[in-house]
């Protein structure tokens, strides 16, 4: 039994020899069974390059497992709002435009409010990316912008808050004009607009002035003193022109300083053409309505120590009475007066009206006997009361008097037109 054992293990060796050496001597590049079977290209059905060493089974290597510590990321942007006036500005233009703009996001919300609470309307862009407020601000006055803006990675809102003050006029000024606005005014009215406060930059005041004639007429302005500035067409103003104006002067400053209360605009329209021409020569009044004429009047002027003034006046102010009070022209003692006349119409600022005078009817038409105003009828001055308005030009010529001077009334039509405008 010993034997059969023997032999059995004897036949297993040379059985395994045989295959060594089958095995070793297999294949084109030489390689050993063990050394194909420790190759993993092999392995993995990938031939190893030729004429590289076989790997052996010792030789595979395991790569290091590695450990890192992760950052956690850096946090989105917020929405950027900016507001305009900055936070903490002062002097700011009351018309200045107030604007918040939002990047990297949206606007939710925005208020405004002045110092008592009040709320300032505004307007939210559709695409939220802005607000404009809609109200022109106070003098002096400090606001607030509260706003509230979504961010557009993560959609985090955050809040912001902002203010400003506005300028502090060291004075104030507001504009008067004239014609006031619905009247309706004669071919020669100028248009008068008076401050009731110097102005000292006139080229800052005229910018807040604008004129608008339809149709279309050429004119320029004059300044009369240093509150008050005229505008008067060219020539005569067609009848039937309306005429807008507007003094934007709120915000402005005017010089020094000095701002603008608030703005005022007017509109109104010329009337037909209606003018009397005075003939010292003739003593007569010719009242011409479109260019016809439409009366012959009497008249008795002022004598050759009171002569009334010659050019063009224009008719100002209307009374059923007035007291005629000589002193209020420096007239006292010897010759003064001081009488009611009926129907006077004033057509200077010194004293010179159309007005009844019944006391010197026998001297009308022929001889001068007043102290410098149209001596007419009673009812001669009640139709001249009746048919004449504001802006009407009476024409005085050949008197031995002066001529009217342009700041008497409403003297501009004295100057030609382009001596005129040269002063503004």
Known sequence: MRIRRLRTAGAALAVLTVILSACSAAGPSGSSVLGTLADPAVSNGTAPATGAPAATASAAVTAPSTTSSSQPPPPPP??????????????VDPLAPVTVTVAKGTLESVRMTNPDGEEILGTLAADKLSWTAQTEL???????????????????????????????PNNKTKAYTFPSNGMTVGVAQPIAIHFDEPVPDRAAALRTISVTTTPAQ???????????VRWRPADFWQPGT???VAVDVYGKDLGDGLYGQEDTAVTFTIGRSLIAEIDDNSHTMVVKENGSVINEIPVSLGSNRYPTYNGIHVVAEKYDWKLMDSSTWGLTGAGAYRTNVQWATRISSSGEFVHAAPWSVGSQGYENVSHGCVNVSTEAA????????PGDPVIISNTVGPDLEIWDGYGDFQLPFDQYVQQA
């Open 218 to 228: 050429n004119g320029g302005f004059r300044w009369i003193d240093d509150q008050e």
């Open 382 to 389: 009640r139709w001249f009361y009746d048919t004449f308005i």
């Open 138 to 168: 106070g003098y002096g006055r400090t606001y607030t912008l509260t706003s509230s803006a979504r961010s557009a990675s993560v959609g985090a809102v955050n809040e912001s808050t902002s203010s400003f003050t506005t300028v502090v």
């Open 78 to 91: 917020p929405a950027e709002v900016t507001a305009s006036p900055a936070d903490g500005a002062q002097g």
């Open 242 to 244: 309306t005429v807008a």
